[in-house]
């Protein structure tokens, strides 16, 4: 609604015409307050949209939707509305809803240019305009095959939605989404994954989400020590091969890295061992499905904001996952107890601090202990991927995969004990 309204304001403001009528000049006025307006509040198109430099896109949070990990976005649905509005020359803003009654309805309002969500197809809608009506039950069909999830397959026709006003959008849309076969949208739709000859100069989208309020080392002095990064030929992918190693008195080939840079961030180095043992099984050279990259699976995102260059040089990223913990405990430290504070930065440190807030909040409303991980928020955590408990009012940041981050810490504890054990 705000754009209709700036829209207004521009067309009276250029619209004043100065006939000259005699000696007299006389302002003539088009537009918003004559009859021969052009204009309204439901015929904000596709020049309109190109002229404000960004596609509002609205989603749902969903695997295959929209959803944040680390600071990224990350949703199928919402990668394929990426990719168009690159094609129409603008930058995608994604508004998230709880409903698919306050999708349309926002859509209707003007807030919004395109649902990219599969919604169910309804003739009898007639301020809706469907896009993509056979292409999208093929591509959720196909999808749902690559990915094994017989959960994003649809057992209706559904669409894409733009305004029913907005044909010029809802035309490119249409022939855009026709345009493009399912091998073609599957490829549209999935994270940029950087490889280890990458260019390292990362341009990843930076959000707030993954680090609400937390300082980002204004504090923090010095960049990473020594000059010849270790390597290591150590790069098993299997955990109880994890034994040969520590065996022989050592966990890792990077035990001095971890040594140097556990200090910056005051944890025990085995600790930082142990993540890179979950994180990476001490591949320097490892990349994530999700994009996370080198020796402690930095994002793109994380590794831009926290000022490493080479996320593949293990030395870089050491130091990066040091700088993180430290920016991640000092997010937690209302919480009394020091050890329940490295739970929950370790969640973080996986899942991202907004996501590990949401499942604090929401135990704290459920009657659980938002300060005690395990029993705790670690049961919110696990069922942050319901719809259930991502879409409580409590909850900022939507959906995310928490069995994964639950594991994780269990894991790292697990393996950190056996560390300081030896």
């Not at 809706?128 to 039950?137: E, I, P, R, S």
């Not at 026709?178 to 994270?191: E, T, Y």
């Not at 556990?262 to 990349?287: R, T």
């Not at 930095?298 to 904001?305: R, V």
Request: aromatic fraction near 14%; hydrophobic fraction near 35%; charge should be negative.
């Amino acid at each position: 609604m705000l754009r209709f309204l700036f829209k207004y304001f521009i067309i009276l403001s250029t619209s004043i015409l100065f006939v000259h009528c005699g000696d007299e000049i006389k302002p003539t006025v088009h537009g918003v307050f004559s009859d021969d307006s052009t204009y309204g509040g439901d015929d904000f198109d596709l020049r309109d949209i190109q002229a404000s430099g960004e596609l509002i896109v609205l989603s749902l949070y969903g695997p295959d939707t929209y959803f944040e990990f680390k600071g990224e976005e990350f949703g199928n649905q919402y990668r394929l509305a990426q990719a168009f509005a690159k094609t129409l020359g603008v930058k995608a803003r994604i508004s998230v809803c709880k409903t698919e009654k306050e999708l349309i309805d926002k859509l209707v309002k003007g807030d919004g240019d395109v649902i990219a969500y599969d919604l169910p197809v309804d003739s009898l809608n007639e301020n809706l305009h469907f896009c993509g009506k056979d292409v999208l039950n093929q591509f959720l069909d196909t999808l749902s095959v690559v990915e094994h999830d017989n959960s994003i397959k649809r057992n209706c026709k559904v669409a894409w939605a733009v305004r029913s006003s907005a044909i010029e959008l809802a035309n490119k849309l249409d022939d855009w989404l026709s345009g493009n076969n399912c091998k073609n949208m599957l490829v549209l739709s999935q994270p940029h994954v950087p490889r280890p000859n990458d260019n390292r100069h990362y341009t990843a989208y930076v959000s707030n989400e993954y680090f609400p309020d937390i300082p980002f080392f204004d504090d923090f002095h010095g960049e990473p020590q020594g000059t010849k990064p270790v390597h290591s030929s150590y790069t098993t992918n299997n955990r109880t091969s994890n034994t040969k190693v520590y065996s022989k008195g050592l966990i890792s080939n990077y035990d001095e890295l971890f040594k140097r840079y556990a200090p910056y961030c005051g944890l025990d180095w085995k600790l930082l061992a142990a993540m890179a043992y979950n994180e990476s099984s001490f591949n320097p050279n490892a990349v994530s499905y999700m994009g996370a990259m080198g020796l402690m699976q930095l994002m793109p995102s994380t590794a831009k904001l926290y000022g490493v260059s080479n996320a593949f040089d293990p030395e870089q990223s050491v130091w990066g996952a040091a700088k993180v913990m430290s920016s991640l405990l000092a997010h937690y430290s209302s919480v009394p107890s020091a050890d329940e504070r490295i739970n929950f930065a370790l969640a973080a440190y996986n899942a991202g601090a907004g996501h590990v807030d949401d499942a604090r909040r929401l135990a704290q409303k459920r009657g659980k202990d938002p300060n005690v991980w395990k029993d705790n928020v670690d049961e919110f955590v696990l069922y942050m991927s319901n719809p259930d408990c991502f879409n409580d009012p409590v909850v900022h940041y939507g959906y995310f995969r928490g069995g994964e981050t639950y594991n994780y810490v269990n894991y790292i504890r697990k393996d950190w004990e056996r560390y300081k054990n030896m």
